[in-house]
């Protein structure tokens, strides 16, 4: 009987989506603590909203998924970086929150927070089951996140024209700069830690990302509604700076190049 080896490499399409919000926002809403916005970068939010069909877990199971994510821009010890979390959820159509149970392990190691939604992802008025891989210039697309039943974000952009060669980063592209996150593992009475530390993703690896196809976007509307716990409505929506539809082929060492920069008490 031969081991199985999962592949490498998985296609993810995802819609970068960059506005102008407040630093205190950022603040409360976005970044984990103890990480501190950076108050001398403009007041960014990048959402990452993506479909990845054909990722696999840690133990080669095809657990395709969805995510909605925010990021910001955050200094640590004088280094740039970003920060943030994401919704996550199964493909459509069926939204079995059992697809992506992986994830847990996944946020452990990563160390980003994730909670569940219910993210459905429409191309041209219909609803896509988990892959846009086949996005074109011209395609309106709406992402919306639903918990408890309720509407608590919605994201709408129009496919803009293709865009050739390597794509131009900047602060506001999410994986210019470090991501890091904060990595959280509770004792099994849960009075304390067995690892609460500070990771980073390694800059580097972003590079093994290769972009099949990629296309400018335009705005069509960015919208959050109050909610239990999340309270996204008061994440306000300021100018919009830039949006982007990348279709990539993602190697795992995109997420699995993370390493320990600092380590936090064990008790809070």
Known sequence: MHGYEAPQHADMT?????????????????????????????????????????????DGRLAPYTGFAFFAGIDYKGTPAQAGWEFVDGAAPAHDKTIPEMLIFS?????????????????????????LSTVEEGDDL??????????IAS???????????????TAATVGAVPVLAVREIPTVDYKGYVD???????VNANSFQVPTKEFSAEPLQLEFWPSE???????????FIAARVIVADSPHETISSMF????????L
């Open 196 to 202: 609460r530390s500070i990771v980073s993703s390694d």
């Open 229 to 239: 716990s999340e309270s996204l409505d008061q994440l306000e929506v300021g100018e």
């Open 14 to 58: 995802r819609v970068q989506f960059t506005f102008e919000t407040t630093h205190d926002a950022l603040q409360k809403l976005i970044v984990p603590p103890p990480l501190q916005v950076d108050r001398d970068r403009p007041a960014f939010c990048t959402i990452m909203a993506f479909t990845s069909p054909n990722f696999r877990g840690r």
């Open 142 to 151: 709406l992402i919306t996140v639903d918990r408890k039943n309720r509407r």
């Open 260 to 267: 320990v920069l600092e380590q936090l008490p064990l008790t």
């Open 155 to 169: 994201l709408g952009v129009k496919v803009g024209a293709a865009i050739g060669g390597a794509s131009t980063q």
């Open 107 to 131: 946020g452990q190691v990563y160390g980003m927070l994730k909670k569940f939604g219910d993210i459905r992802f429409y191309r041209n008025g219909l609803e896509v089951a988990g892959d």
